[in-house]
């Protein structure tokens, strides 16, 4: 049986319902025709080979029983071809199918797939409908929730991008089965950083979970009906939680800055795209450098007195149960700093950190309120420990 989570959106036109469940990708068309509120119709499935290789078969085949007319594009995994040259590529596709206003794309893959997907979506023709399938974790818990997309680019990550909301998410728990141990990893990290800022019991939860189930172990775990039923219910908690926080700031306001403003949910997320551009996006896996932001943004709230020793410890040991992290070694505070001057949370020329006043109370500070002497010797210090590495 699925759950079923409602995203309430101040545009009703803009709402959708999110599906989570265990072997739900089989009725993918049925699915697809409730969203679309249509049956029939032209559907353009976009995936990359490997997750295609598992699942689009399965996929294609629900939609067609289903009355859709169904193509196929599959662009190059990883993130670095999350670019505009991709996504002109997918935008070619689109108009190769025939597809029109009344037709719709699905997104089938991790989140690299889910926002080129959708930021294609919004730019062809002015905007299509589109669906989310994820199946990563990572992908499941964040990137399909929302309506952010978009792609990277040589000066920084997520810059050029729409807000596009899905139509639907259907999220299937079993095809985590074939998630590689690092994906893995990277999912769970973003699962510990709703956990920090929502509070003590969604990250208790997770941390309860991962105790019981030791990550090294995932795949053979989800043969467990037991374990199945847990991780649904644990990803319809995130899921929950994110879903609220954009409810009530779908757009980010540049304004908004208190404890429900949407750029809560860009805690860690500072220092990890920083990485991710000083290394090319080739070195980390999303959730693996957002691993790190967590730790470096709590390390920055200890300094500035906002938060306990207690609280940074406890991350460290949440954090440590997900498996290690890729190295820091050879990367140059330096180069880090400048990447900052790229982020999207500039603001005036003063960068937006989300910082911590415990569990459960995240903070926006500039970074104008914070010496820079003390930043950077906190990152200097950060990434000389190398921290899970």
Same mark, same amino acid.
């Given at each position: 049986?699925?759950?079923?989570?409602?995203?309430?959106?101040?545009?009703?036109?803009?709402?959708?319902?999110?599906?989570?469940?265990?072997?739900?990708?089989?009725?993918?068309?049925?699915?697809?025709?409730?969203?679309?509120?249509?049956?029939?119709?032209?559907?353009?499935?976009?995936?990359?080979?490997?997750?295609?290789?598992?699942?689009?078969?399965?996929?294609?085949?629900?939609?067609?029983?289903?009355?859709?007319?169904?193509?196929?594009?599959?662009?190059?995994?990883?993130?670095?071809?999350?670019?505009?040259?991709?996504?002109?590529?997918?935008?070619?596709?689109?108009?190769?199918?025939?597809?029109?206003?009344?037709?719709?794309?699905?997104?089938?893959?991790?989140?690299?797939?889910?926002?080129?997907?959708?930021?294609?979506?919004?730019?062809?023709?002015?905007?299509?409908?589109?669906?989310?399938?994820?199946?990563?974790?990572?992908?499941?818990?964040?990137?399909?929730?929302?309506?952010?997309?978009?792609?990277?680019?040589?000066?920084?990550?997520?810059?050029?991008?729409?807000?596009?909301?899905?139509?639907?998410?259907?999220?299937?728990?079993?095809?985590?089965?074939?998630?590689?141990?690092?994906?893995?990893?990277?999912?769970?990290?973003?699962?510990?950083?709703?956990?920090?800022?929502?509070?003590?019991?969604?990250?208790?939860?997770?941390?309860?979970?991962?105790?019981?189930?030791?990550?090294?172990?995932?795949?053979?775990?989800?043969?467990?009906?037991?374990?199945?039923?847990?991780?649904?219910?644990?990803?319809?908690?995130?899921?929950?939680?994110?879903?609220?926080?954009?409810?009530?700031?779908?757009?980010?306001?540049? #304004?908004? /800055?208190? =404890?429900?403003?949407?750029?809560?949910? @860009?805690?860690?997320?500072? !220092?990890?795209?920083? &990485?991710? +551009?000083?290394?090319?996006?080739?070195?980390?896996?999303?959730?693996?450098?957002?691993?790190?932001?967590?730790?470096?943004?709590?390390?920055?709230?200890?300094?500035?007195?906002?938060?306990?020793?207690?609280?940074?410890?406890?991350?460290?040991?949440?954090?440590?149960?997900?498996?290690?992290?890729?190295?820091?070694?050879?990367?140059?505070?330096? #180069?880090? /700093?400048? =990447?900052?001057?790229?982020?999207?949370? @500039?603001?005036?020329?003063? !960068?937006?950190?989300? &910082?911590? +006043?415990?569990?459960?109370?995240?903070?926006?500070?500039?970074?104008?309120?914070?010496?820079?002497?003390?930043?950077?010797?906190?990152?200097?210090?950060?990434?000389?420990?190398?921290?899970?590495?």
């Amino acid at each position: 049986m699925s759950k079923i989570v409602k995203i309430k959106i101040n545009r009703p036109a803009s709402s959708y319902r999110i599906s989570v469940g265990s072997g739900t990708l089989a009725s993918a068309g049925t699915w697809a025709q409730n969203a679309l509120k249509k049956g029939g119709g032209k559907i353009v499935v976009v995936s990359n080979p490997t997750v295609f290789k598992l699942y689009g078969e399965q996929c294609e085949s629900s939609l067609l029983q289903a009355g859709f007319t169904v193509t196929t594009f599959l662009m190059k995994d990883g993130e670095v071809h999350k670019s505009l040259r991709t996504a002109e590529s997918a935008l070619k596709a689109f108009s190769e199918a025939g597809l029109t206003r009344t037709d719709a794309v699905v997104a089938l893959g991790g989140g690299v797939v889910g926002d080129l997907v959708g930021f294609a979506a919004a730019m062809y023709l002015r905007g299509v409908a589109f669906l989310q399938i994820p199946t990563t974790l990572l992908a499941m818990i964040d990137s399909s929730v929302g309506g952010k997309t978009g792609v990277n680019s040589a000066f920084g990550k997520n810059l050029i991008g729409a807000f596009h909301q899905p139509s639907g998410v259907l999220i299937d728990v079993s095809t985590l089965a074939t998630l590689p141990s690092r994906e893995v990893t990277a999912g769970f990290c973003e699962m510990i950083k709703h956990g920090v800022i929502a509070g003590k019991p969604l990250l208790k939860r997770t941390d309860e979970l991962l105790e019981k189930y030791p990550i090294a172990e995932f795949a053979e775990h989800l043969e467990n009906r037991n374990f199945r039923s847990e991780i649904s219910n644990l990803i319809a908690s995130n899921v929950e939680f994110k879903a609220e926080v954009v409810a009530g700031d779908e757009f980010e306001s540049a #304004e908004k /800055i208190d =404890a429900r403003s949407r750029k809560i949910l @860009n805690f860690g997320h500072t !220092l990890a795209h920083a &990485l991710e +551009k000083v290394t090319n996006y080739r070195h980390f896996k999303h959730g693996e450098a957002v691993g790190y932001g967590i730790l470096f943004a709590a390390e920055l709230s200890k300094s500035l007195a906002l938060c306990d020793t207690k609280v940074v410890n406890l991350l460290y040991d949440v954090v440590h149960r997900i498996g290690t992290l890729p190295s820091l070694a050879g990367i140059d505070a330096t #180069e880090v /700093i400048e =990447a900052f001057r790229f982020d999207k949370k @500039n603001i005036s020329g003063s !960068l937006q950190m989300v &910082l911590l +006043k415990g569990l459960g109370r995240p903070v926006i500070v500039s970074q104008r309120d914070i010496p820079t002497k003390a930043f950077h010797t906190n990152l200097e210090n950060f990434l000389q420990k190398r921290p899970g590495a």
